[in-house]
């Protein structure tokens, strides 16, 4: 019963869509990365991400909240999130394994959660705890 | 230690999209998930003049030119299927680690379109990195 609600929802299936466009970005990257250095990936990546902007903005009938604050962290996280695409590029690029790249970039969690702790001062659950471990593990493999 | 090269480009990767995510927690305490992505696109703009290629594009091969340009369509798109997941009555709990695993499209792809093996330490690894992921996001 659970299982056939759950296939009825809504968030399930923007969740697959999600999963499925992230999927597809990080296959993308690589296959453009063989030829394409990473600075213009970078550049034609964003290129690509103005339209879906322009939608989203266009959604809310172009009217968005006046937070100089709000504002501020998410224009500095664009330009973060600019620089992390950068050097994922970079590393796909190199001509290494897609599988390990894609894997060890989609780790970064684990920094959110060690910032979180030791900035917001939030308190590590058992759980994230466990998890930090199991990266730590798929790290030191990777390294070799 | 012999590391691999594309083990330091990943290592700034994780750094920056781990402050990528706390910030992400900031900027949505004083606005919405939608207005968050819009600007997010603004902070890509900015980098733009430094990245700029002029003519040089034009000697890539058509196709690369277009999975780059739909990477990012694609990266767009999943960011904002996420907030509406969201939105639409998805628990934070269950749709963040489930989303995190969108390397596993890449992994079960990537034999089949690029012909890359790894070792089966490696698919250990993969397998470590993928319950690290969802642990995380819980």
Do not use: D
């Amino acid at each position: 019963m659970a299982l056939k609600e759950t296939l009825r929802a809504r968030w399930f299936w923007y969740s697959v869509l999600c999963i499925l466009s992230w999927g597809g970005w990080a296959l993308l990257s690589k296959l453009g990365s063989r030829e394409i250095p990473p600075e213009t990936m970078q550049f034609l990546f964003t290129l690509g991400a103005v339209p879906v902007g322009l939608a989203v903005w266009a959604g809310r009938s172009f009217k968005l909240e006046k937070s100089p604050k709000g504002i501020t962290f998410a224009v500095l996280n664009g330009v973060l999130a600019g620089i992390g695409g950068l050097t994922l590029f970079a590393a796909y690029h190199t001509n290494g394994n897609t599988a390990l790249i894609t894997s060890a970039s989609a780790l970064y969690p684990m920094v959110t959660v060690i910032l979180a702790v030791l900035i917001l001062r939030e308190r590590i659950r058992p759980i994230q705890m466990l998890g930090l471990v199991f990266a730590a593990v798929a790290i030191v493999i990777f390294s070799f | 230690m012999h590391m691999p090269p594309w083990f330091w480009y990943t290592v700034i990767t994780l750094v920056s999209w781990g402050v990528v995510g706390l910030l992400q927690k900031l900027s949505t305490n004083y606005i919405s998930a939608e207005s968050s992505l819009v600007w997010l696109v603004v902070g890509f703009l900015l980098l733009q003049p430094f990245f700029y290629p002029g003519a040089a594009v034009f000697h890539y091969s058509r196709w690369n030119l277009a999975w780059a340009l739909l990477s990012g369509v694609l990266n767009a798109l999943g960011a904002w299927a996420l907030f509406i997941a969201m939105k639409s009555g998805g628990k934070a709990s269950i749709v963040a680690p489930v989303t995190a695993l969108y390397p596993l499209v890449v992994i079960v792809l990537v034999p089949f379109i690029l012909h890359e093996s790894i070792t089966r330490l490696q698919i250990a690894g993969v397998i470590s990195a993928l319950i690290a992921v969802v642990l995380l996001s819980v």
